[in-house]
């Protein structure tokens, strides 16, 4: 019989338990890198411009409590500071966070920190042991401004997004910016990895553009290899089939997403909906075939499928070992996502915006709860003290919550 692991106490300090990172970033890439190191343990200043802050704190409605929430999604568990670079003071204390910081996140148009002694060839020089970080849109040799929906039309992902008859759609969430985030996460971990062997930092640089190419996976390569750009299938995907959304229930009025990734899964496919021969057709028979003739294929499984609807269908395919579902909205989501036990949501306090939990799971060194974002300037006192004091004092941590788990909200909540 096999042993269970040892569970680590609850206060086993998370794996960036004592860094100190420096957020110079405004919008999503940036922010979400610097909110996801904060999740990992470290300490995490976030500077703003002041009266102003982050371009996201007016990216709204929806508002709750003043707040944006999308400023929300990329700032917990952050100290909020208000420092203008052009003013000598507040520069010099900007330099003194870049100078005791072990990470340093900015996405300025390449070369404009320089004149602010912020640049990474004057950070480093000051603090060897940084690790610089600079997120752009096309690198930082280009000085053109790089907002994810831009990136996702040059970049191809809209060329391939949307029904084949329409116009090319962006993905419903700045998803290149995500992308472009966890890049950076993956980037400074290793160079931190890089630094724990040497004692040498290092300028980390990642951009919208390259994360995106990066990222096309089996389109890119499909274009690498034959020369010909992919196009826009809506739901199918290029290379396997049945893998897209089905009408299935009276009228063809519901939707089910099927994924029959082999030939098993396909087979079982066509037993569940009791369509004799089916799998053995020469036709469908493997998944190359299936491609080929998939326009037939998809007649003969939605004439099967109108039998019931998509929550039916959906426990007799999932019964038998056929990857489906139905096409959920928000809600849905989050309730399967409780509903599998994945506590998918975190409180971070009275009339604030919850936040979702952290994907990341660890069993010695497990995430931090999140903290609310900051109000804009809200530990100014406390960090401009700390900057203006010795280097050896430590800057006050913020007071991490219990982990919670609270109930979904209701949609009148987040009207």
């Known amino acids: 019989m096999a042993s269970t692991p040892d569970v680590p106490p609850a206060s086993s300090p998370p794996p960036l338990d004592g860094v100190l990172v420096a957020d110079f970033s405004r919008v999503l890439a940036g ?13 995490v200043v976030k500077v ?40 000598a003071d507040d520069a010099a204390l900007a330099r003194e966070l870049a100078a005791r910081a072990d990470i340093l996140i900015e996405n300025f148009k ?26 752009t849109g096309f690198g930082t040799g280009s000085a053109l401004p790089g907002y994810d929906f831009v990136v996702q039309a040059v970049g191809g992902l809209m060329s391939i997004t949307g029904a084949p008859d329409g116009e090319p759609h962006k993905v ?67 290379s396997i089939a049945p893998y897209e959304t089905l009408h299935c229930g009276a009228g063809g009025a519901e939707l ?17 909906l009791d369509v004799p021969g089916l799998a053995e057709d020469p036709l469908y028979a493997t998944n190359g075939e299936r491609v080929r003739n998939r326009a037939e294929l998809v007649l003969v499984l939605e004439a099967a499928l109108a039998a019931r609807g998509a929550a039916e269908w959906q426990t007799l395919l999932t019964d038998a070992g056929v990857p489906c579902g139905p ?62 004091a010795p280097a050896s004092h430590a800057l006050p941590p913020l007071p991490h919550p219990p982990v919670s788990h609270p109930p979904l909200p209701a949609d009148k909540d987040r009207a």
């Open 31 to 43: 922010p979400l890198a610097a909110a996801t190191l904060a999740d990992l343990g470290a300490t």
């Open 48 to 87: 703003e411009r002041p009266g102003e802050g982050d371009d996201t704190r007016a990216w709204g409605p929806p508002f709750v409590d003043g707040t944006a929430a999308y400023f929300d999604c990329a700032n917990r568990s952050k100290q909020g500071v208000t420092l203008d670079l052009a003013d």
């Open 110 to 135: 390449p070369g404009s920190l320089a004149r602010y002694g912020l640049d990474q060839a004057s950070a480093l020089a000051a603090n060897p042991g940084l690790v610089y970080c600079s997120i």
């Open 172 to 238: 419903g969430v700045a998803l290149v910016d995500v992308l472009t985030a966890k890049d950076a996460v993956a980037a400074i971990l290793a160079a931190l990895h890089h630094r724990e062997r040497t004692g040498q930092g290092q300028h980390v640089e990642v951009n919208l553009l390259a994360s995106l190419l990066g990222s096309l996976a089996n389109q890119a390569s499909s274009y690498l290899a034959t020369g010909r750009a992919p196009g826009r299938m809506g739901n199918r995907h290029p």
């Open 256 to 272: 089910l997403a099927v994924a029959c990734g082999n030939d098993g899964q396909f087979r079982a496919l066509a037993r569940t």
């Open 327 to 388: 096409v959920n909205d928000l809600a849905g989501a989050f309730t399967l996502a409780a509903s599998l036990g994945l506590d998918p949501v975190a409180e971070v306090g009275p009339g604030r915006v919850p936040q979702v939990r952290s994907p990341l799971t660890l069993t010695a060194t497990p995430v931090r709860p999140p903290v609310a974002p900051p109000r804009l300037g809200e530990h100014n006192d406390a960090v401009r003290a700390w900057l203006a």
